[in-house]
């Protein structure tokens, strides 16, 4: 994972990114058979959407990131079975080395940041028996689902940016499809599950979720930042309330024997 989501990024992705649904983290522990005696590490946690709600059915729960200022905001919802430790994928080697054989690994909307195939080699080696690794995505970006209140926003800030926006985060079925693969190749029993609800935004939401998917250097000044809003709210004129249809899939890769 790369850094720079720090600062006010990570105020909005505290505040805006969506959680998971409770369907979803029922089916990370069924997948791992997870109780009140096991351990779950938690990569790209950022400011704990994941990890927390884990960390409820859990002994406890190791969260992961490379950004300082996310771990804060996740130490911060003061879960006392939630450690939050400075680091990225490519540590897990030494982490396990602290942990011992965890239950399970999680990823939530944070694979697309990460080398996968690496880290996919890596969880044999990282999980008791019966553990594995579950991937989470959390729904398509707000700028690229099939709404009309969604086109209208990613025509402004296509114009804002003056670069097309095509980057799904993983969320794609291509990615999916990559992704099962290299799960299989790294020797791992492949499972896919899916989660899909209808909610609602605000233009806050709208606009707060933009934020937080902003790296620091990329966050409109106060002053752009109004001229923006000005113009997404003109865009979007109409359109509110402004409907999204999020599907959340997981892919459990679980430990062969």
């Known amino acids: 994972m790369e850094l720079g989501f720090g600062g006010e990024v990570a105020d909005f992705y ?8 409770g369907e979803v983290v029922d089916a990370v522990v069924r997948a791992f058979g997870l109780t009140g005696a096991d351990v779950v590490v938690d990569l790209g946690c950022g400011t704990g ?11 406890a729960v190791v969260g992961v990131d490379p950004e300082p200022d996310m771990l804060t905001r996740a130490a ?6 939630a450690t939050w430790v400075l680091g990225k994928d490519s540590d897990l080697p030494a982490l396990r080395a602290v942990t011992g054989p965890v239950a399970a690994v999680t990823v939530g909307q944070a694979l697309h940041w990460m080398d996968h195939e690496v880290l996919f080699r890596e969880i044999a080696a990282t999980v008791r028996p019966g553990g ?5 995505t959390n729904g398509t970006p707000l700028w690229l689902q099939d709404s009309d209140w969604s086109r209208a926003l990613r025509e402004v800030l296509e114009q804002w940016f003056t670069t097309k926006l095509v980057a799904t985060c993983g969320t794609d079925e291509a990615s999916q499809q990559r992704y099962a693969s290299a799960l299989s190749a790294a020797g791992l029993t492949v499972s896919r599950s899916a ?7 605000t233009l806050p939401d709208i606009v707060g979720g933009i934020y937080s998917a902003l790296p620091v250097h990329r ?4 002053e752009n930042r109004a001229l923006l809003e000005c113009r997404i709210d003109k865009a979007l004129t109409g359109f509110g309330p402004f409907p999204e249809v999020v599907q959340v899939t ?8």
């Open 195 to 201: 989660v899909t609800y209808t909610g609602e935004l």
């Open 49 to 59: 959407q994941l990890a927390l709600p884990l960390a409820a059915r859990v002994r």
């Open 219 to 222: 966050l409109p000044t106060q």
């Open 250 to 257: 997981t892919l459990v890769g679980h430990l062969n024997g």
């Open 14 to 21: 505290d505040r805006y990114r969506r959680g998971y649904p």
């Open 132 to 136: 594995g690794i579950a991937i989470v």
């Open 76 to 81: 911060a919802h003061g879960v006392p079975n």
